[in-house]
């Protein structure tokens, strides 16, 4: 752990405040979930991702995509690849295209080969889309091929973003 310097007084309601140049670092947005943890020695904030609470079922999704369907699945929370037909996927953040799709809420296709990633370089077309629940966008479904997408394909990924969205929205 690393320790900042900074202190803060706690309200009379409680409350703390995170100084902004702490929430920049850790890319901790306005209205973001944090999940709290505490021990016998702290308190401690982490930010919190209600797809990796479904960890079992996107992971059974990209597989059966990946099998059934012969699709280059992956599956992310607000900021990294949480599920993948291909594991060299698995944990790679956003670059800034994918980080600023999570403000416009559209959907992403690849007009010819590219690397949509920050840290691995993987050539090719890319079909992004949302996963959406009560109108805020929590992840999204990514095929990966080395050619341009048929509609069905597309359409499938729309699906899976409804299942996951429906699944977490229920509970």
Known sequence: MKETGIIRKIDELGRIVLPKEIRRTLGI?????LEIFV????????KHSRLLLYDDL???????????MNFNIMITDREKVIASSMPEFLEVPFNYQL????????EYESPKEENI?????RQGYYYVTPIIISSEVI????LFQDQSFLSYMKNFAKFLTKIIGNKIDIL
């Open 58 to 68: 996107v992971k059974e999704l990209c597989e059966l995509a990946s099998s059934e």
């Open 117 to 121: 990633w920050e840290h691995i370089d």
């Open 139 to 142: 992840g999204f479904v990514i």
């Open 99 to 106: 980080s600023n799709l999570l403000e416009t809420r559209e």
């Open 39 to 46: 021990d016998h020695q702290g308190i401690y904030l982490q």
């Open 29 to 33: 947005k306005d209205g973001e979930d």
